[in-house]
């Protein structure tokens, strides 16, 4: 297995535990809470518009229920290089609970957007999901 590839999850998990430890009480992952983690790669890398639709778009992740935080952000560049920075987004979404994070993974209305919002935008995107311990 490539070594870059090896370090992106790990890259994941500090980011994830970086962006779920401020102050914020709804950011504070407790025991039972599901963190979702998507990456995205746009159809014209780089492009500000597209990358600004979605930076418009996926906070309204908040309105969903069962959702306790989103956090939006672009890659960091990082020293040393190595990391996978190849996406252009990256979104953490903090559920409540699993049945959480269920409902919203069947719920028509994310097809919908999916089909509206990413599919003219993004080429492809990749999910992570984990239970916070």
Not at 44 to 57: I, P, Q, T, W
Not at 72 to 80: N, Q, Y
Request: glycine fraction near 6%; charge should be positive; hydrophobic fraction near 45%.
């Amino acid at each position: 297995m490539n070594f870059f590839r090896m370090r992106l999850p790990i890259f994941l998990i500090c980011l994830v535990l970086f962006l779920t430890s401020s102050n914020a009480p709804a950011a504070n992952a407790r025991s039972g809470h599901v963190t979702h983690v998507m990456l995205f790669w746009l159809k014209r890398s780089g492009n500000v518009d597209d990358r600004n639709v979605l930076l418009r778009g996926l906070p309204t992740l908040r309105r969903v229920r069962g959702v306790n935080d989103v956090r939006v952000g672009r890659p960091l560049p990082v020293d040393p290089p190595g990391l996978e920075q190849s996406f252009d987004l990256g979104v953490v979404v903090i559920f409540r609970d699993r049945e959480a994070l269920e409902k919203f993974e069947h719920d028509p209305r994310r097809r919908r957007a999916l089909d509206t919002i990413l599919e003219p935008l993004v080429r492809r995107y990749t999910v992570y999901n984990f239970a916070n311990e």
